[in-house]
């Protein structure tokens, strides 16, 4: 096992690799406002996250990351363009696996650039694969975006949209949604009674709580408006499904996922994207041909990624995290930026699992 | 040396783990005073008896501080991470029983589902400003409850007692808490979700697997365990 030394020592190092490629270094506070962390991940966050508190300052998290200080930060100060490097701890709560860490570091970079962002996407991909050279991984990419524009596309409702939006990142609850909304899954019990009441709210309980009758006759109305909605239609479905089973090299996915585009035309600047990204990628030396695409990727992991995202895995040893996750951010500074956004891609190292794989290939 | 077995210090709990055990030829008793939380166990060698809170015992098994102990599953999977590597069920003790639910106004006549919950919940939040605040003490198994039925738009806020009322005082709109009979729930005009059941709570025996079993602890527990059939 690799000793704290030596793991910072390597850490120092890309560092040093990151600045000469052009960033700034940055050193966001370990302790972090929970709110703004809350608003972000919801409460899912308190599973991951060290929570403390003083009477002054209220609930202050452990750094579960360095992106959305680094964001948060250039949002309020920084110029244009940026890019950014920084490295340290991070801390993960554990509650079910006493195997991972929940103190590591993590050697990042981020760039804020308008100019080109398929050039930016390869920029970070390249330089990763840069430092990672050498060491037996598999690289896997994806992009969200892909999946956003297709579900932005249906000919359905905003409602329905905005609740596939909602839930991209949970393919569960999507999927039920998704069954709902085509017509394949009925609703609750008594659902249909209740919406074809007179005066549903006509009940003998009173009314209590902060959620009041008139939220209760606004949620009715729009259960009433799906009702009489049409159903999602069978080739818009099977186009998302194809769209999601993609799993091929770069080159072979947008074959097929311009396939998918017939039926799905609103997923076709996505793609145009992607083909400037593969491009791009190529021209900064990537071997494309090799590298693998999912278009469900980092649907599971990365929520605040809206664009490409990209992961590097240890092959033959599934039991460890990635050991490099990235992608771009483009919503997440619309959020933080207060009016103001930027597109926006990054990702981060963990100089422990580098080195620890580098032992095991001795 | 002895077998630790750990023990409600009071109420119905109590009495009625004393009586299961009366029941199985192992008188267990307070001695002393009242007040006095030290115990007396007859009709079987070896076994002192522990008496603690309920809510201690998950966490004194974990520790290895007794080897026994009679608590609520509830308590059990809530204080123990990964509980199945650090306790074992020996037996359920038929009483205690109460489910792990989440509840809602009953005047919500859209919401009977998880699914109803989330979609309120998202309104909620953008119409109030902040997420849908569900009232509860065991926090670990609502947040993974609700986060595998992929539920969003909600903050858990702590309620350690006389939780059915947070939402008639609007300190919460919704609960997950524990409910037998469901009269409490009915008398703050509460209504239970289809598919809000969380878990199912009994009083049980758990035996620690962290405690150190010495030759002496290993054949009393034996003959415990056999007694206990």
């Not at chain 1, 981020?110 to 390869?122: G, I, K, T, Y």
């Amino acid at each position: 096992m690799a000793n704290r030394s030596q793991i910072q020592a390597r850490a120092a190092m890309m560092r040093v690799r990151f600045e000469a490629a052009g960033a700034q270094v940055v050193d966001p506070p370990l302790l972090q406002p929970a709110d703004t962390l809350l608003d972000l991940y919801g409460e899912d966050i308190r599973a991951r996250a060290y929570v403390t508190s003083d009477a002054l300052r209220g609930e202050q998290m452990l750094r579960p990351d360095f992106t959305l200080p680094v964001v948060q930060m250039h949002m309020s100060e920084g110029a244009e363009p940026a890019r950014y490097t920084y490295s340290g701890e991070v801390f993960r709560r554990q509650e079910h696996d006493p195997d991972r860490s929940n103190e590591y570091i993590q050697v990042g970079y981020e760039v804020f650039d308008r100019n080109d962002p398929a050039w930016a996407d390869a920029e970070v991909f390249s330089l990763f694969a840069l430092q990672l050279r050498g060491l037996p991984l598999r690289a896997a990419t994806g992009d969200i975006g892909i999946l956003t524009a297709a579900v932005q596309g249906l000919r359905t409702t905003d409602r329905r949209k905005d609740a596939l939006m909602r839930h991209l990142w949970r393919p569960r609850r999507f999927r039920t949604l998704l069954d709902r909304f085509a017509g394949r899954k009925p609703g609750p019990e008594g659902r249909d009674a209740l919406l074809e009441a007179k005066d549903p709210l006509a009940i003998d309980v009173p009314m209590i709580g902060k959620r009041r009758a008139s939220e209760i006759e606004a949620r009715i109305e729009a259960l009433r408006e799906d009702r009489d909605t049409p159903p999602i239609s069978d080739y818009e479905l099977v186009g998302l499904e194809t769209l999601l089973n993609v799993r091929e090299t770069m080159p072979f996915a947008l074959e097929q996922l311009r396939d998918v585009a017939v039926d799905l035309p609103q997923i076709t600047p996505a793609l145009d994207r992607l083909e400037a990204r593969v491009a791009s990628l190529q021209a900064r030396g990537v071997d494309v041909e090799r590298l693998d695409f999912e278009a469900a990727y980092g649907r599971t992991s990365m929520e605040y990624y809206d664009g490409f995202v990209f992961g590097f895995y240890a092959e033959g040893r599934p039991d460890l995290p990635p050991i490099a996750t990235g992608g771009r951010y483009d919503a997440l500074t619309r959020q933080l930026g207060n009016g103001a956004e930027i597109p926006a891609v990054g990702g981060v190292l963990r100089p422990d699992l580098m080195l620890e794989v580098e032992e095991d290939a001795q | 040396m002895s077998l630790k077995l750990g023990v409600p210090s009071k109420g119905r709990l109590m009495e009625k783990t004393f009586s299961w055990f009366e029941k199985r030829g192992i008188t267990l008793s307070r001695s002393g005073s009242d007040r006095e939380y030290a115990g007396k166990v007859e009709g079987i060698e070896g076994v002192s008896l522990i008496l603690l809170s309920a809510g201690e015992i998950p966490r004194e098994l974990a520790a290895g501080r007794i080897h026994l102990g009679v608590t609520g599953i509830d308590l059990v999977h809530e204080k123990l991470p990964r509980w199945e590597q650090q306790v074992e069920e020996i037996s359920k003790l038929g009483f205690g029983k109460a489910d792990l639910i989440i509840a809602t106004p009953a005047c919500w006549v859209d919401v009977d589902t998880l699914d109803d919950l989330d979609a309120a919940a998202a309104a909620y939040r953008k119409t109030h400003g902040h997420r849908l605040r569900i009232a509860t003490k065991y926090h670990r198994l609502v947040r993974e409850f609700l986060t595998d039925a992929g539920v969003a738009d909600y903050t858990l806020v702590d309620s350690q007692g006389a939780t059915e009322g947070t939402v008639m005082n609007e300190t919460a709109e919704a609960i997950a808490d524990i409910t037998s009979s469901g009269e409490t729930l009915r008398a703050n005009h509460l209504k239970i979700l289809t598919d809000g059941l969380v878990l199912q709570s009994q009083a049980t025996l758990w035996r620690s697997r962290v405690a150190k079993y010495g030759a002496v602890e290993k054949s009393v527990l034996t003959e415990l365990l056999d007694r206990l059939g």
